[in-house]
């Protein structure tokens, strides 16, 4: 069982950048597509980037250009850099991992991000 901690989110304005952590338990990117999530309240859970086990990366329109998914094999930890931060990037932050050509998903808990004046 994959144990995933997000961590890095809190209040920055709009503009500003932030940068999210998640830890692994274990060296799991060779065998796992990571994601991000997000899910802000009244509102459907979103996916906002995703890399493949070879380094493939995808993002919606909403964030291209803005958010960066990366990950650091050495620490076990999954990291999404956010910049020109706007309002509606405001939502609970959750990193996940599905091994490679599995269907289950482990989840983290999540870690707030607020984007606000």
């Known amino acids: 069982q994959v144990q995933l901690v997000e961590s890095g989110g809190g209040l920055v304005q709009p503009g500003g950048s932030l940068r999210l952590s998640c830890a692994a338990s274990g060296s799991i990117f060779s065998m796992y597509v990571m994601y991000w999530y997000r899910q802000a309240p009244g509102k459907q859970r979103e996916l906002v980037a995703s890399i493949t086990s070879s380094g493939s990366t995808n993002y919606p329109d909403s964030v291209k250009g803005r958010f960066t998914i990366s990950r650091d094999a050495a620490k076990n930890t999954l990291y999404l850099q956010m910049n020109s931060l706007k309002p509606e990037d405001t939502a609970v932050y959750l990193c996940?991992?599905?091994?490679?050509?599995?269907?289950?998903?482990?989840w983290g808990q999540g870690t707030q991000v607020t984007v606000s004046s």
């Open positions: 996940a991992g599905r091994r490679n050509y599995g269907d289950d998903r482990y």
